[in-house]
């Protein structure tokens, strides 16, 4: 807008696939100074987001994404402070969204709830997208983004609808791991892992 040794005999690839590694950002709250971009870190959050950007330094990315609200914006710039060479993005397109995507039983939602859940589809569709078109297999790729928008994604980029994906948990800045292949095939390596964080910083 982390690499690491794939067996592709099972889905009879022959080419390397997308890694997309998602990042879910750190602990936020406390007053807001910008209502727009949503509340900052808290003084645990910028601990989480020092210990990940730490886990990550070794790694090479050949583009960092990041939501635009603050609290993720702030975890990837502890990343890109790591990784100045990294080209990145800033979007909109990642933000938050409702639970209503991946939800069973939605119920009766008004014309203006409707409305802004079809903006968020539609940003979701349109990142994958991108993802796709503007990334070739065999390169690595960091997404900072939200929890709701990871577990509405990741079944995204699989070729299947959020609601028939088994719903996954993830804490502040942890690390999920994507192979995207082409035919919208994906395989989940890694989720919420969470092992640069000591157990009282888990939240």
Known sequence: MTREVHDTTTLEHN???????????????????????????????RMQAERLADRLIKEKFDHIYTS??????????????RHKA???TVTADLREVTYYHFASDVPALKPALRKNIRAEREALDRFALHLRRAHNPGENILVVCHGNFIRSIIPILGGRDPQESVLIEFNNTSVS?????ENDQAVLKLANCVRHLLPGQVT
């Open 15 to 45: 080419e390397q696939p997308l890694t997309v590694v998602f990042v879910r950002h750190a602990e936020a709250g406390g007053p807001i100074v910008n209502e727009a971009a949503g509340p900052q870190l808290t003084s645990m959050g």
């Open 68 to 81: 635009d609200l603050s609290r993720a914006y702030y975890t990837a710039q502890e990343i890109i402070k």
């Open 86 to 88: 990294t080209p990145y």
């Open 177 to 181: 791991i994507l192979d995207v292949w």
